[in-house]
């Protein structure tokens, strides 16, 4: 009974505990950090029908989002280079599925807008804004491929007849639950580029959805978990660090709060300036030649997801046994043929090449005159050298291709390949079709005649930085054949292949021969000595 | 036989310190360079580096000594017997003649070795000294206009260094050979170690 008494005595103060110190405590309460909560907004209290009344919604209170947004990249998908080239999703043709041009309803999901299905799309509608892609904190928005980046908020069957039913989101409680952009709403699309999970960029994949600190320090999910954000500091929805504009060396100072700057802020100096390596200060004096990421992202593709290495377009359109298009998969399920899109090389873990890189990315564009004679042509590629004073020696991912390109006007080609009707690729094989489809589209020439050429493109890796336990070790570039072994133009002490080979030829032979002589001084004197006894 | 006290507590202690860390710093120099791969590259950088200061420490302790003791005079090269004693290294140590040099207090080092340390002292040292600490400072010099009008570049710096490095090689092979050509093969080690060289005793004028 005592027992009984004493126990519902405890009880009775640990339940009572926590309401004490609450009430003494009033800074233990749950802080918001926003001072916003979207479910109270009354122009957010409604059933939406569609993505465009939700912005209409949103743009209400956030009247100039939209106009800064049809600024971006991410809206025009256009950007003009120093250069004078045109770049962007919109023109440019890389080595992966080569274009989102008259493949519109399919790659355009991921476009930060409503419909764009074809060339009609209107660029200056407000309304056409997607901002439900970017700021929803539910994980349940979802722009179901071929439906242009609309949404579906009714039960539809897609494609129609095909018995695959597309379920509905609820757009009103996303709508009250916006937020900051998050990882996941960058990598909806970032971590997919080039068609799948991890087969672009090498350093961005699903698995930086919540990584682990061995996988990326910053972004580490138990740790610093930064947001894509941290380091894109966006300002008026215009996102820094773009890798049409990237900053190959930083020389400016770590960004202190209240100076104003104009340097990019992704780069690793905005955060850690000029001298970061604290216990060997040996260290600080390789970053007048290396990029930081060269030594702290010693292997891409480390958490878990292969990403494509290389992609052969030529062998595209093989049937299997079954008269249905072929698919091969490896050992770990990963398609390595589809009769769809060719031959893949996957790639995890994989030890990034290494060149001197100034910022300047030059491309070959869709009307620029190929030659097949000077394969690979180089989709794209990093310009620099060890003496412009502008360059580092950075790691990058080479994606090695094989794609179609007009034999007779020597130009890349664009291909219609997703669809629903009888030229699109996908679905009737046939190269001339899509192709005539394509190059229509955009205004080229096309003579009818299809081959294809060896490309290459160039990523930089920039993520997935490793803890400095895992950074590359002296003797991964100071050897001969190490990571840098191709890197010419700079002496790396340990290298054979700097060495003036005379002076170490020179050198040995007059050490052997000193050595040689006085044995020969040393034996002639023993022998000498025996014969003087 | 007689000995004379010959060489000096801190003279032993410099030239034994400094023998130590020129080998070391031969192997861990050439590791560095790439001809081999012993501790790491690393750990043999991190190594050389801090032989380097201490033997530049050692250095500018034995200058010191040199010019305040007035030791630097047995290093004035002479030509004086220089041919004789050329004459026993190559003829005279096999027949079983004499050695031409008498070791004193105030000239203990036979013309040929005075020769021999001096061009050591004024050419391969300052050479080692400078390129290394070029080498070692090669982001500061880069840095100034004087380095990048000179075209100093880090490939050439490394060349001068490691010639010097092979120059100190074959001295170093040559120099622990002749220390053997005394009347016993230990006779000039020892000395080395204790102080005391066992001279003709005809010689032994100046003992201690």
Not at chain 1, 291 to 309: L, N, W
Not at chain 1, 428 to 452: L, Q, R
Not at chain 1, 481 to 505: C, F, Q
Not at chain 2, 171 to 190: E, R, V
């Amino acid at each position: 009974m005592r027992t009984g008494i004493f126990m519902a005595a405890l009880m009775a103060a640990m339940l009572l505990a926590p309401a004490v110190d609450a009430a003494s405590d009033p800074g233990s309460a749950k802080l918001l950090k926003s001072t916003a909560d979207h479910s109270q907004f009354k122009a957010l209290q409604q059933e939406f029908n569609s993505g465009p009344e939700v912005t209409k919604a949103c743009l209400s209170c956030h009247t100039e989002a939209s106009k800064q947004l049809h600024k971006t990249e991410h809206w025009k998908w256009e950007y003009r280079n120093a250069q004078g080239q045109l770049l962007g999703k919109k023109t440019l043709i890389n080595n992966f599925c080569t274009t989102p041009v008259t493949n519109e309803a399919a790659c355009n999901i991921c476009h930060i807008g409503y419909g764009w299905k074809d060339d009609s799309f209107d660029f200056t509608s407000e309304v056409n804004v997607d901002c439900l892609v970017c700021h929803d904190s539910t994980g349940n928005y979802r722009k179901p491929a071929g439906l242009a980046g609309n949404v579906v908020t009714k039960e539809m069957e897609f494609p129609p007849g095909s018995g695959n039913i597309i379920k509905p989101i609820n757009l009103k409680k996303i709508a009250q639950a916006v937020g900051k952009t998050s990882r996941d709403n960058c990598g909806a699309c970032h971590f997919y580029g080039g068609g799948g999970d991890g087969v672009k960029h090498g350093d961005m994949d699903s698995s930086l959805a919540s990584p682990d600190k061995a996988l990326d320090v910053h972004m580490d999910a138990l740790g610093n978990d930064f947001a894509c954000s941290t380091c894109h500091m966006t300002q008026g929805h215009q996102v820094p660090g773009s890798r049409y504009a990237p900053t190959a060396q930083d020389k400016g100072e770590a960004h202190l709060r209240g100076k104003a700057y104009k340097t990019n802020p992704t780069t690793c100096q905005a955060c850690h300036g000029q001298a970061p390596h604290k216990k060997i200060a040996k260290l600080n004096d390789h970053t007048d030649k290396v990029a930081c990421q060269t030594c702290h992202i010693p292997k891409f593709a480390r958490g878990g997801i292969a990403t494509k290495m290389s992609w052969d377009w030529s062998t595209a359109g093989k049937m299997g046994p079954d008269g249905k298009p072929l698919t091969i998969k490896d050992a770990k399920g990963h398609p390595i043929y589809t009769a769809i899109k060719g031959d893949f090389v996957l790639g995890e873990n994989v030890v990034p090449e290494y060149l001197w890189f100034n910022g300047t990315v030059t491309y070959t564009l869709r009307s620029d005159k190929i030659d097949k004679g000077k394969e690979p042509v180089r989709i794209n590629h990093f310009e620099g050298s060890a003496g412009d004073g502008k360059s580092l020696i950075w790691p990058v991912k080479i994606m090695r291709g094989k794609q179609a390109f007009d034999s007779v006007n020597k130009t890349l080609i664009v291909a219609h390949l997703a669809g629903n009707d009888d030229t699109a690729y996908w679905t009737n094989f046939n190269w001339e079709k899509a192709a005539a489809v394509g190059m229509a589209a955009v205004g080229e020439p096309f003579s009818g005649k299809v081959d294809f050429v060896k490309t290459e493109s160039t990523w930089p890796i920039t993520h997935m930085v490793a803890p400095a336990k895992d950074a590359l070790r002296c003797h991964d570039c100071h050897a001969s054949g190490g990571r840098l072994e191709k890197v010419r133009g700079v002496y790396i002490p340990g290298r054979a292949s700097d060495h003036a080979g005379w002076l170490d030829t020179t050198g040995w032979a007059i050490a052997a021969l000193t050595l040689l002589g006085v044995l020969g001084h040393g034996l002639a004197r023993v022998l000498a000595s025996r014969r003087n006894k | 036989m007689a000995r004379i006290y010959i060489f000096k507590r801190f003279e032993r202690f410099w030239h034994w310190s400094q023998a130590a860390l020129i080998m070391f710093m031969l192997a861990t120099g050439f590791e560095i360079h790439g001809s081999y791969a012993l501790l790491g590259w690393q750990k043999a950088a991190d190594l050389h580096t801090t032989a380097a200061w201490t033997l530049i420490g050692l250095w500018l302790f034995a200058i010191f000594w040199h010019f305040t003791t007035g030791e630097w005079r047995q290093y004035i090269p002479t030509g004086k017997n220089i041919l004789a004693v050329m004459n026993y290294y190559s003829v005279g140590i096999f027949t079983g003649a004499p050695h031409p040099f008498r070791v004193t207090q105030l000239s203990k080092h036979n013309p040929l070795q005075r020769l021999a340390y001096l061009l050591v002292k004024l050419f391969i040292n300052p050479l080692i000294w400078a390129s290394g600490l070029a080498y070692l400072y090669y982001n500061e010099l880069a840095a100034t206009k004087w380095a990048a009008s000179a075209g100093l570049s880090l490939g050439s710096i490394a060349l001068v260094h490691t010639a010097a490095a092979f120059m100190m090689l074959a001295f170093l092979i040559g120099h622990l050979y002749l220390s053997t050509t005394g009347h016993t093969p230990l006779a000039h080690i020892k000395a080395m170690i204790t102080g005391w060289e066992d001279v003709e005793s005809d010689a032994a004028a100046v003992t201690k």
